[in-house]
């Protein structure tokens, strides 16, 4: 006997099978939250097999994130099909990022939108749900537990016979579609702890104008650093190669206002790595220090700063971080969840940190910021009065400078009283002087 649907034209059949689906899907979902997980796990399951027989269509679900890592096809997704949204859309998502001109739009949810490739169409669903176990975004900060309180995911319908043309073909090309998009756009980006963001992070563009060019350093350590760096990007098939997490850390120490912070800024606007602040203090446990791994991207900067007050205020907390825990973060086995990760410490005080942190494999580089040398005052008075050559004044501030220590921001606040070079110069001897005669007059005390 033949079902009324075998007795229509093959448009007809087509558009019952879609029906079908849809009305189906639709019942499947008003019942999820109204019987025992048993039932409607059985009846998803029905559901579903008798929607793959009346349909000739392949749906892949295509989660935001699995577990805690996030989905990188999800991502690749949302920022491929956000060019390829046409007129006839009935609603999109749209924001303007913070100091951007472009604004970025992509899919909104409940919304399809249709793409082709070599001859196949393909149709995209944007859909969320609520989480079940998160009656609220963030549990009690007391419990250290971080959730998510909705998940979306993407369904992608096609027709069956191009199963393996979309798994082998397509979703590659939209992961290496989705990076070219991204180098386009790309503006470094700076992340802070953020409990209430979507992925544990907070992000505003990072707009510090600090480049090696500026940076107030001696030329053989900022060269060093320059190539240390490139060999780090560059050295893919070499860490493949020994058996290494794609990673590196840097030490920066010394006193305050010697341009720690500066310099990891340099290092961001030099590489294109957004940079994410930890904040130890922030943190409040082991778990929700591995989650906030876990969100970071690859291609960043994590940067600890004052490591050694960090250390001080929450390591010895029994509740809080531990050392172990921190070196898992570092070089532990949760550490490898990313390729070229740069982690930078800073502080003020070297000798106060425990040697197992310092060792290479945590710290492979140390780079002492020292106080003001006459080359770094040559780059300081390029930068801010546009100094090219040598200036008469430039004798009595190499001698002063020999004597007397003076850090970088302190030599910058100097150069900035006035744009006329001679008045701004006479004034940087008498303030060193100064300095220099107070520094004297303790010594004797």
Not at 27 to 49: G, K, M, N
Not at 104 to 113: A, G, I
Not at 384 to 413: R, V, W
Request: hydrophobic content about 40%; charged content about 25%.
């Amino acid at each position: 006997m033949s079902s009324i649907s075998e007795n229509l034209p093959n448009p007809c059949k087509a558009l019952v099978s879609v029906a079908a689906s849809l009305a189906l899907s639709t019942l499947a979902l008003r019942l999820a939250d109204r019987l025992p997980d048993a039932v409607e796990t059985y009846l998803i399951l029905w559901f579903r097999s008798l929607s793959s027989r009346v349909s000739s269509q392949l749906t892949l679900l295509i989660r935001d994130s699995n577990g805690l890592a996030p989905n990188q096809i999800f991502e690749a997704a949302t920022v491929y099909l956000g060019t390829k949204l046409s007129p006839s859309t009935s609603r999109i998502d749209v924001y303007k990022p913070a100091q951007e001109d472009e604004l970025v739009v992509s899919m909104d949810r409940d919304q399809e939108l249709v793409d082709t490739f070599k001859g196949m169409k393909l149709k995209w669903i944007l859909m969320s749900a609520r989480n079940r176990d998160s009656s609220h975004p963030i549990q009690s900060r007391k419990k250290s537990s971080i959730s998510k309180f909705e998940s979306q995911h993407f369904l992608l319908r096609f027709s069956k016979k191009h199963r393996d043309l979309v798994l082998e073909s397509y979703l590659p090309w939209i992961l290496s579609r989705a990076k070219e998009i991204r180098e386009q756009r790309k503006a470094v980006k700076l992340h802070t702890v953020d409990y209430n963001g979507p992925d544990y992070w907070g992000l505003i563009n990072l707009s510090h104008p600090a480049t090696f060019d500026t940076i107030a350093m001696e030329p053989n350590i900022k060269a060093a650093l320059i190539e240390d760096l490139n060999s780090f990007v560059g050295g893919r098939e070499y860490y493949k190669r020994v058996g290494r997490a794609w990673k590196r850390g840097y030490l920066l120490y010394g006193p305050p206002g010697t341009g720690k912070s500066s310099l990891v800024a340099a290092m961001a606007n030099y590489l294109k790595f957004d940079v994410y602040d930890l904040d130890l203090n922030e943190v409040q446990c082991n778990s929700d220090l591995r989650r906030l791994l876990i969100g970071t991207g690859s291609q960043s900067i994590i940067v600890i700063e004052d490591i050694d007050c960090s250390k001080e205020s929450k390591l010895l907390d029994e509740d809080k971080i531990t050392l172990s825990g921190l070196l898992n973060f570092i070089d532990g086995l949760w550490s490898s969840c990313g390729d070229q990760r740069i982690i930078v410490f800073t502080t003020n005080h070297k000798d106060r940190l425990d040697p197992v942190l310092l060792r290479p494999g945590r710290m492979d580089l140390h780079i002492h910021m020292s106080y003001c040398t006459f080359s770094g005052f040559k780059t300081l008075a390029h930068n801010y009065l546009g100094i090219t050559q040598d200036h008469p004044s430039f004798a009595d501030i190499e001698n002063l400078l020999k004597k007397d220590q003076a850090t970088p921001a302190a030599i910058a606040g100097e150069l900035m009283i006035s744009q006329d070079p001679e008045v701004t110069l006479r004034g940087l001897v008498e303030f060193l002087r100064h300095k220099l005669d107070d520094s004297e007059s303790v010594h004797n005390l």
